[in-house]
Nanobody, 124 residues
């Protein structure tokens, strides 16, 4: 059974930083593709960043240059470093596994494995 457990969310002022973590279990990291999505109230799910085992990364236009996705295989943990946070980054952030390629992974799909989410709130 694939389990994804997010942590690291919280409240921060605009311009600040947070690092989200996603501990994985039951998901093979020998050939991986993982994504961070977010969803704000009243909005659709939005792909934030993706990474795959070919070494490719893909970022949404609204976060490019501010967010960095990485994976520590030894720790089986996915990270999202978020810098220069803005109030519009406020959302529930979800760790997602089992996309195919990072280039295609910012479109949500119910066939992926989803974590329960961690809340990020950015105040102005």
């Amino acid at each position: 059974e694939v389990q994804l457990l997010e942590s690291g969310g919280g409240s921060v002022q605009a311009g600040g930083s947070l690092r989200l973590s996603c501990a994985t279990s039951g998901y093979s990291l020998s050939n991986y593709c993982m994504t961070w999505f977010r969803q704000a109230p009243g909005n659709e799910r939005e792909g934030v960043a993706a990474i795959d085992s070919d070494g490719s990364t893909n970022y949404g236009a609204s976060v490019k240059g501010r967010f960095t996705i990485s994976l520590d295989i030894a720790k089986s943990t996915l990270y999202l470093r978020m810098d220069k946070l803005k109030p519009e980054d406020t959302a529930m952030y979800y760790c997602v596994a089992d996309c195919t390629f990072a280039e295609e992974a910012l479109v949500p799909s119910d066939v992926y494995y989803w974590g329960q989410g961690t809340q990020v709130t950015v105040s102005s």
